[in-house]
């Protein structure tokens, strides 16, 4: 299992990403790290880009209790992890980020609205890799 700080070598990243885009309702699915480079993806058609932009929210997602205004909250938050972001608006397609391992994030195109059916079917792809997805109480 990967530690808190580690990332996905680049074979588990890739078996990891074409189990998820198999998910119905998923178009595409990416593995990337922290620094924003893609390890792994599935239908993607520009990881690097998606990978960036990925890496960028989720470090976003993660620094809000630390320099967010938070109204008080910093505290309850402080030590937690990301789980997941949804990016949703007009078009048929949402993005989802998903804290995986540590510093490893999934990012998946997902046909509009299907995020609530996709999270426990990544859950239980993560549980057959062997993987921990990030717990927490910020969403």
């Keep these: 299992m990967a530690t808190s700080t580690a990332t996905l070598d680049r074979a588990v990243a890739s078996r990891l990403a074409s189990a998820v885009a198999a998910i119905d309702g998923v178009r595409s699915a990416l593995v990337c790290d922290a620094a924003g480079t893609a390890l792994a993806a ?24 630390v320099d967010g205004d938070l109204r008080g909250m910093g505290r309850q938050l402080a030590g937690s992890r990301l789980d997941h972001v949804l990016i949703s608006g007009p078009g048929a ?12 994030y999934i990012a998946l195109a997902v046909a509009s609205g299907r995020s609530a059916a996709i999270l426990p079917a990544i859950a239980q792809v993560l549980r057959r890799h062997a993987l921990t997805p990030n717990t927490a109480t910020r969403r």
Excluded: H, Y
């Design 42 to 65: 599935s239908g993607s058609t520009e990881p690097a880009r998606d990978a960036a932009l990925a890496s960028f929210v989720a470090l976003r997602a993660e620094a809000l209790p």
């Design 93 to 104: 397609i949402d993005r989802l980020i998903c804290g995986v391992a540590g510093q490893t």
